[in-house]
């Protein structure tokens, strides 16, 4: 999805915490933002998601910015199973519209 | 609880032919999207089905068509194969239609 960008490559020292951002500027109000990570081709993992408030649980933080042109993906404390390709999505409802994704390498 | 399901996990075909993908959603789940990941890309939504009506379609060419069994499995019917096909096609499914979609392992197609 061209309207949804991101980095194409982070790397991030092992134990820190991992920051992904992702640019959806043109993101309509009751879409959501979802986040997925992707290792070796498998199947997309699903990691978190929201609408307009930051959102966290066992494995991430959200941060939505109030305008919601942009989020923010935190890993806490980045291990090296966390290496992959993680994917910011705007849901239509109907429609996963994925952005560019952002190789992220953790480094011992 | 098993999770989707995707058969087969390799194949192999000749341009002109045509193929067929199966997935089977996680149980209670009735809504199954399609999805194709072109090596070095992001997934393209292809189809969604929910209640075994066609939801919602992708950017694709009417080579590819879907069809979702009462038992809310779907199958991914691709014709005439161009070597542009070549792809891992995933399948996710979701309790209902705008919920979290959890992804299959996928198929990986290869048209020679």
């Known amino acids: 999805d061209a309207k949804t960008t991101q980095p194409p490559s982070m790397d991030c020292a092992e134990g820190r915490a991992a920051n992904l951002p992702c640019n959806h500027s043109t993101i309509s109000g009751n879409e959501y933002v979802y986040w997925y990570r992707q290792i070796h081709s498998q199947g997309p993992q699903y990691i978190i998601h929201g609408l307009k408030n930051n959102e966290t649980n066992e494995m991430a933080s959200l941060i939505i910015t109030e305008d919601r042109k942009s989020s923010t993906l935190i890993l806490p404390h980045a291990t090296l199973r966390d290496t992959a390709v993680y994917y910011c999505?705007?849901?239509?409802?109907?429609?996963?519209?994925f952005g560019t994704g952002t190789s992220l390498t953790v480094i011992p | 609880d098993a999770g989707v399901t995707q058969s087969p996990t390799h194949l192999i075909k000749t341009r002109g032919q045509q193929v067929t993908l199966r997935c089977s959603p996680i149980s209670g789940h009735k809504s199954v999207s399609w999805y194709q990941q072109v090596l070095g890309q992001g997934p393209q939504f292809i189809f969604q089905y929910y209640e075994k009506e066609e939801r919602g379609r992708g950017n694709f060419p009417d080579r590819f068509s879907a069809r979702q069994f009462p038992n809310y499995s779907s199958e991914l019917n691709v014709n005439a194969l161009l070597l542009g096909d070549s792809a891992l096609y995933l399948c996710a499914s979701s309790p209902l239609r705008e919920e979290t979609q959890y992804f299959g392992p996928g198929t990986r197609l290869l048209v020679l």
């Open positions: 999505i705007r849901d239509t409802g109907n429609q996963f519209y």
